[in-house]
């Protein structure tokens, strides 16, 4: 059912806690099935996405239990895993599909992936390249491009990997693999990605080597230990209360405890570089490092955004996109043109629905260009079964004039389950 929502001058006010980080969560329930022992998380996302990863490894046998956002993981260790019985359903997740094909390419058995509609258009080549080269066997529709994919798992052997493209899916899912190749795996990444599988390598007792060029060293054979993981806020979730809260007038949101691991803040460089009225108090923490932000009403200025920030917003953009046209001047978007192959084409869904309120705002082949600031109106906003679309646009909602419509908002889901209800709780 369409979402309708309606604001007159609204005023956000208040603190809250945003769901767990999804990245930390997909690879705690991996790590947890690989390692032996019991893993424990604290935090965990309980979002339609993480959920699709759970069930894949309940699948091939990992005990998996959950009480509110607590999960504890019971594995025999990856030697333990069985072949699954049904396709392993991925869902919406392009994490769990590409990084699960790493672990799958070095199991005992064969499997076969597939998730939903949007799963089945994006490009599994980036993966299914390298894995090839350390031998994995993996079948699927145009030489395996597209899922459903069939794995028939087999010994793998160590490569040196240049990233085509700056991905993190990418890189775990080589350095997943790796874990059982044999010999030392390399993967040099021209620019930063996110690095929770890097971390968590070490924190389940793997030892990796990087350096500060990018490259990533990993020997094969290691095993890894049950550990106890604590997964900060999302801050790719929370950025679209700090978009809220910096287009609205009069408001001041506190967001507690939110992820600021370097490799995914590019969202409060760009804010910073915006003009915007913030505060982040670091927290002392077990995990990986978080702060509670404080995001007030700012008067926001244009400003060019590209290069090695991109990996570091990717998620970001639908959201900077819409705070763009709220802000005086130009705003260029530029060498973002992973967007195009995200859940949906993000560069002409973005566009077109932004376009439809009223936006100044054009595609370009790697981003796009807005002019601020626009007045927004209400419009019938189509999601496109993706997430950030629908968050991006129940956020214009509150400032546009009259009624947004969105269609399909239970996409929502996959990352913020209680997203609506959170955002109204801060409403004045
Ligand atoms: C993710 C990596 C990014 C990001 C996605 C989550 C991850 O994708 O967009 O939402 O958890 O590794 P790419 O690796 O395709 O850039």
């Given at each position: 059912m369409a979402l309708t929502l309606t604001f007159s001058k609204p005023s956000l006010k208040g603190e809250i806690q945003v769901p767990g980080d999804k990245s930390i969560s997909h690879r705690a329930i991996m790590f947890g099935s690989i390692a032996e022992g019991t893993t424990t998380v604290e935090?965990?996302?309980?979002?339609?996405?993480?959920?699709?990863?759970?069930?894949?490894?309940?699948?091939?046998?990992?005990?998996?239990?959950?009480?509110?956002?607590?999960?504890?993981?019971?594995?025999?260790?990856?030697?333990?895993?069985?072949?699954?019985?049904?396709?392993?359903?991925?869902?919406?997740?392009?994490?769990?599909?590409r990084l699960m094909m790493g672990l799958l390419a070095s199991s005992s058995f064969h499997s076969v992936v597939a998730g939903d509609a949007s799963i089945a258009k994006r490009p599994m080549k980036r993966i299914i390249n390298p894995l090839r080269e350390m031998g994995a066997d993996i079948r699927g529709r145009q030489d395996g491009q597209f899922t459903p994919l069939a794995i028939q798992g087999t010994q793998l052997k160590a490569i040196e990997y240049t990233l085509p493209v700056a991905s993190a899916q990418v890189k775990s899912?080589?350095?997943?693999?790796?874990?059982?190749?044999?010999?030392?795996?390399?993967?040099?990444?021209?620019?930063?990605?996110?690095?929770?599988?890097?971390?968590?390598?070490?924190?389940?007792?793997?030892?990796?080597?990087?350096?500060?060029?990018?490259?990533?060293?990993?020997?094969?054979?290691?095993?890894?230990?049950?550990?106890?993981?604590?997964?900060?806020?999302?801050?790719?979730s929370a950025a679209f209360m700090i978009g809220a809260a910096l287009i609205?007038?009069?408001?001041?949101?506190?967001?507690?405890?939110?992820?600021?691991?370097?490799?995914?803040?590019?969202?409060?460089?760009?804010?910073?570089?915006?003009?915007?009225?913030?505060?982040?108090?670091?927290?002392?923490?077990?995990?990986?490092?978080?702060?509670?932000?404080?995001?007030?009403?700012?008067?926001?200025?244009?400003?060019?955004?590209?290069?090695?920030?991109?990996?570091?917003?990717?998620?970001?953009?639908?959201?900077?996109?819409?705070?763009?046209?709220?802000?005086?001047?130009?705003?260029?978007?530029?060498?973002?043109?992973?967007?195009?192959?995200?859940?949906?084409?993000?560069?002409?869904?973005?566009?077109?629905?932004?376009?439809?309120?009223?936006?100044d705002i054009a595609a370009t082949e790697d981003g796009m260009i807005i002019n601020g600031p626009s007045k927004l109106h209400g419009a019938s906003v189509k999601s496109y079964g993706d997430h950030r679309l629908g968050m991006m646009a129940a956020v214009a909602a509150m400032i546009a004039d009259g009624e947004v419509e969105i269609d399909d908002p239970d996409c929502i889901a996959v990352s913020f389950p209680n997203f609506v209800e959170e955002m109204n709780s801060l409403l004045q």
């Open positions: 935090g965990f996302l309980l979002g339609d996405d993480c959920l699709s990863t759970i069930s894949c490894f309940r699948k091939m046998g990992v005990e998996i239990e959950l009480d509110g956002k607590s999960v504890s993981i019971r594995s025999g260790g990856e030697a333990s895993w069985k072949e699954p019985a049904e396709v392993l359903d991925t869902g919406n997740s392009g994490t769990t599909t899912a080589i350095l997943l693999a790796a874990l059982k190749a044999e010999g030392k795996t390399v993967v040099i990444e021209p620019m930063p990605t996110r690095d929770h599988t890097e971390i968590m390598l070490e924190h389940f007792g793997a030892s990796i080597n990087r350096t500060a060029e990018g490259r990533i060293e990993l020997e094969g054979g290691q095993k890894l230990t049950a550990a106890h993981v604590e997964v900060p806020g999302d801050i790719s609205t007038e009069k408001s001041t949101v506190k967001l507690t405890n939110v992820g600021i691991n370097p490799t995914r803040t590019g969202i409060l460089d760009v804010i910073e570089q915006m003009g915007a009225d913030f505060d982040v108090e670091e927290l002392e923490t077990a995990g990986e490092p978080a702060a509670d932000l404080t995001i007030r009403s700012s008067r926001l200025k244009g400003i060019e955004i590209g290069g090695d920030l991109i990996p570091r917003l990717i998620d970001e953009i639908p959201l900077i996109a819409l705070i763009a046209t709220q802000a005086v001047g130009r705003t260029v978007i530029k060498d973002a043109e992973e967007l195009r192959v995200k859940e949906t084409d993000r560069i002409s869904a973005v566009v077109a629905e932004l376009s439809k309120m009223g936006a």
